[in-house]
């Protein structure tokens, strides 16, 4: 997972938001601010200002529309990063929303768990407890790629498992919980075919890697260079791509490419 890049809505489409938000938070009271949120939002969802509301969320994802949990599969469904079933007067809010695929959606459908004034314990927020009554105020523990950058919490081994770690190893430390929190609601490392995915991606940026030097030691003019370029920022998986340029040094096959085409470090 990466930082999501920002879009921003049209006024027009933004009043359409907020008009439909009130409509849930006019209820009297959180229960039937719930029910109005389940009640409306298919509906509203396939109104008019979705249109843009899709083509912008399409536009943060990587490659061919792919989700931006997994950075995988195709993104076909908006998420509600902050659950509406729970926190229903995010419903319409645009910062609450991202493009995720099934496979990503399913799973984490409403898991959600925040932080209250302890950093290292937090309140699973579920249907027993929160039903009737609000969850209570306080940060989210999933990490938030619309708001801040998931490499700041999250380690890729690009050498061997390709699999996530949490940075931090202290779990006195929010950092840590958040890490491991994301890793399991989202099931990061337990896909198979995900992982192997990202392995797969690994050998795919190297060969684009591997070919830039090349054309660029044989002359290839600046176009034909760019445009090997943007092939490599339209494909999948873009924390992959991150984690080589990070840890380049510490990788030799890495680190010999990198010093070839230096300027690769910046994409
Ligand atoms: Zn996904």
Redesign the pocket.
């Known amino acids: 997972m990466i930082q999501l890049p920002n879009e921003t809505l049209t006024d027009d489409t933004l009043r359409a938001l907020s008009s439909y938000q009130s409509e849930i938070d006019n209820q009297p009271d959180y229960e039937r601010q719930v029910a109005e949120a389940k009640r409306i939002w298919p509906h509203r969802k396939q109104n008019q200002p979705f249109r843009e509301v899709k083509a912008k969320l399409a536009k943060m994802c990587s490659g061919a529309k ?8 195709m ?1 076909d469904e908006i998420e509600h990063i902050w659950p509406k079933d729970f926190f229903p007067e995010r419903t319409f809010v645009w910062e609450n929303y991202l493009f ?6 399913g799973p984490k459908s409403n898991r959600f768990a925040i932080f209250t004034n302890q950093t290292s314990s937090f309140v699973i927020i579920d249907n027993k407890q929160f039903s009737k009554a609000p969850p209570p105020p306080g940060d989210s523990v999933l990490i938030d790629p619309r708001l801040e950058d998931p490499m700041d919490y999250l380690w890729l081994d690009i050498i061997d498992s390709f699999a996530f770690t949490p940075i931090s190893d202290d779990p006195t430390d929010a950092a840590y919980h958040r890490g491991e929190y994301t890793i399991d609601v ?1 099931k990061l490392n337990s896909r198979d075919d995900l992982v192997a995915a990202r392995r797969n991606a690994y050998g795919n940026f190297r060969a684009r890697l591997r070919e830039y030097a090349n054309q660029k030691a044989n002359g290839t003019a600046p176009a034909g260079l760019n445009q090997l370029k943007n092939n490599i920022h339209s494909e999948h998986h873009p924390t992959v791509w991150r984690e080589m340029v990070r840890q380049q040094k510490s990788i030799p096959e890495l680190k010999a490419i990198f010093e070839q085409i230096p300027e690769a470090k910046g994409w």
């Open positions: 792919r989700c931006c949990y997994c950075e995988d599969s993104a995720a695929c099934g496979p990503c959606n989202l």
